[in-house]
């Protein structure tokens, strides 16, 4: 799926974790600038790989959802779906 920066696939958890180390690091002060624009460059990648992660696991729990002969509903499978008002 989504790759670091070395070219190697990262998980959502592996992502996650690392993107959590990053905030910690960057809250805690004491890197030099150089550091924190590094540190920082890093969270926004983690951030996109996590946010592909995510989109991609609800794109798959709305294809769950929907089930096979929904994909065409039309007349007469009116409340096949809860209302999303």
Same mark, same amino acid.
């Given at each position: 799926?989504?790759? @670091?920066? @070395? =070219?190697?696939? #990262? =998980?959502?958890?592996?992502? /996650? &974790?690392? #993107?959590?180390?990053?905030?910690? /690091?960057? !809250?805690?002060?004491?890197?030099? %600038?150089?550091?924190? %624009?590094? #540190?920082w460059e890093r969270g926004e990648e983690l951030a996109g790989v996590?946010?592909?992660?995510?989109?991609?696991? /609800?794109?798959? %729990? @709305?294809?769950? #959802?929907?089930?096979?002969?929904?994909?065409?509903?039309? *007349?007469?499978?009116?409340?096949? !779906? *809860? &209302?999303? &008002?």
């Amino acid at each position: 799926m989504a790759a @670091d920066t @070395d =070219g190697t696939a #990262l =998980g959502y958890e592996q992502a /996650r &974790d690392e #993107l959590i180390e990053v905030v910690r /690091r960057l !809250e805690a002060g004491g890197t030099t %600038l150089e550091e924190s %624009l590094a #540190l920082w460059e890093r969270g926004e990648e983690l951030a996109g790989v996590c946010r592909h992660w995510l989109e991609g696991a /609800r794109a798959r %729990l @709305d294809a769950a #959802l929907a089930g096979p002969g929904t994909a065409g509903a039309g *007349p007469g499978t009116a409340g096949a !779906e *809860p &209302d999303k &008002d």
